[in-house]
């Protein structure tokens, strides 16, 4: 055990000289290739950064419309049969969108449960278990230029409502 925590603490640095002393040993230009990586980056923010802000903007609006809710609670007479609860509904939409909002979301469900209840321990599992799908891949896609997603995104859907469902049965174990 102590050597896997010696481990988690030194891993970064560990790396780090390893890239280095491999571009040194490759007789490469370790800062310039740096620096060039680094303005490449910048390029892919700003590039990249209306989407995200349309994304942000979209959630925000969505969740004080109050759109959200009346949403959910029209699915949440159907997925109470199923055995998702209604209050969790909001949390796994947004969370297609945005990870920030869905956490708060989650700690609104704590606030009202407590983080200890099984609504709260859903939620939480639930923000582990699945992924920020229209952000990940307007982010990712659009930086490459990719137009064609072929099975993306069904197949991250689908990741998402067994994340949904594993979340939901463990929270109901504990």
Request: some cysteine.
């Amino acid at each position: 055990m102590s050597f896997i925590l010696w481990l988690s603490d030194h891993l970064i640095p560990l790396t780090i000289l390893y890239i280095v002393g491999l571009g040194v040993l490759m007789r490469r230009p370790v800062y310039d290739d740096f620096a060039e990586g680094a303005k490449e980056g910048v390029r892919t923010v700003f590039e990249v950064l209306p989407t995200l802000v349309g994304l942000m903007a979209g959630v925000g609006v969505l969740r004080s419309s109050g759109l959200l809710d009346a949403v959910c609670g029209a699915l949440g007479r159907w997925t109470g049969v199923i055995g998702l609860p209604s209050q969790l509904l909001p949390v796994a939409v947004v969370k297609l969108f945005s990870s920030g909002a869905a956490t708060g979301l989650a700690l609104d469900i704590f606030k009202i449960c407590g983080p200890d209840s099984r609504l709260g321990l859903a939620a939480s599992l639930m923000l582990s278990c699945t992924e920020t799908v229209f952000y990940t891949m307007s982010i990712y896609f659009l930086s490459v230029n990719v137009k064609k997603t072929r099975y993306t995104l069904p197949g991250a859907l689908l990741a998402t409502v067994a994340g949904i469902g594993a979340s939901v049965f463990l929270a109901g174990r504990m």
